[in-house]
């Protein structure tokens, strides 16, 4: 039974926009931090954003400053990406991960090993 899962994967036209879930099991009452990360085929794990489940604050990758958007929903314990003006650069598989009663910081969008708990992740395919 997995802890964390990803859904709302799919495939898009360029310049569209698809929108990510990420549910967890539960969050800690401090709070977590929670991670969106992705990875196109032949390509490292790419960090693209860290969110603080207790008030909401964002940490995003250059990368995708401007065109993803994080956001939490505690009642129902989910943590979404919205992702808009997609690019065929953008296609990879996508995932969300957790470390549990922690804050977040920005060089975590490089340090994997920061998170323990993992999605099995979601694909996002983008085409022209």
């Known amino acids: 039974l997995a802890q964390v899962e990803e859904s709302g994967g799919g495939s898009v036209q360029a310049g569209g926009s698809l929108r990510l879930s990420c549910r967890v099991s539960?969050?800690?009452?401090?709070?977590?931090?929670v991670g969106w990360f992705r990875q196109a085929p032949g390509k490292p794990h790419e960090g693209l954003a860290n969110i603080e489940t207790d008030d909401g604050d964002v940490i995003y990758a250059d990368s995708v400053k401007g065109r993803f958007t994080v956001s939490r929903d505690l009642a129902s314990k989910t943590i979404s990406l919205q992702m808009n003006r997609l690019t065929p650069e953008d296609t990879a598989m996508y995932y969300c991960?957790?470390?549990?009663?922690?804050?977040?910081?920005?060089?975590?969008?490089?340090?994997?090993?920061?998170?323990?708990?993992w999605g099995r992740g979601t694909q996002v395919t983008v085409f022209s």
């Open positions: 991960a957790v470390r549990f009663d922690a804050f977040c910081y920005r060089r975590y969008l490089q340090e994997l090993d920061k998170f323990p708990t």
């Open positions: 539960a969050f800690a009452r401090t709070g977590d931090c």
